[in-house]
């Protein structure tokens, strides 16, 4: 019985300040990974706007225009809202689409742009979408 009272009485218990840093830790760590987790989760969700411009024709002249090939390259359907040339914005009656200006994921479509163009000059062309986000640009010279 002695014996078992020393073994006791020798027993030491983590002090309270340790153990709280302990646990502090371990709840850390555990928030670290589940926000990652989550951030992983949500990148998935969102999807992403993204038009390419994969040709330009211009047709020299007052008006003359500018014929854009636009591929959404992203993974949402994308609203070509608004249109600059050289950080000029273009009238809405101004371009045009042959279909829609609405591209799904994906999907392709020839927008013209009608404005002054002159040979040799450089144009550079942004398109947004309806948030006011430019989802592509693409950078010209005439000729």
């Not at 994906?106 to 006011?132: C, F, H, Q, R, W």
Request: net charge neutral; aromatic share 4%; hydrophobic share 45%.
């Amino acid at each position: 019985m002695k014996t078992l009272r020393k073994i006791r009485k020798n027993a030491k218990a983590l002090s309270p300040v340790v153990a709280s840093i302990i646990l502090i830790a371990v709840t850390v760590a555990v928030s670290i990974a589940v926000a990652a987790w989550m951030g992983a989760l949500t990148v998935g969700f969102m999807g992403s706007s993204s038009l390419t411009i994969t040709e330009t024709v211009f047709t020299e002249g007052t008006p003359g225009s500018i014929a854009v090939h636009v591929k959404n390259t992203g993974t949402n359907d994308v609203t070509i809202a608004a249109i600059k040339v050289n950080n000029n914005a273009i009238p809405d009656t101004d371009f045009s689409a042959v279909g829609s200006l609405t591209l799904a994921s994906g999907g392709e479509e020839d927008v013209t742009i009608t404005m002054n163009i002159a040979n040799g000059n450089p144009y550079k062309i942004d398109l947004y979408d309806g948030s006011g986000q430019v989802v592509g640009s693409y950078q010209a010279t005439a000729h």
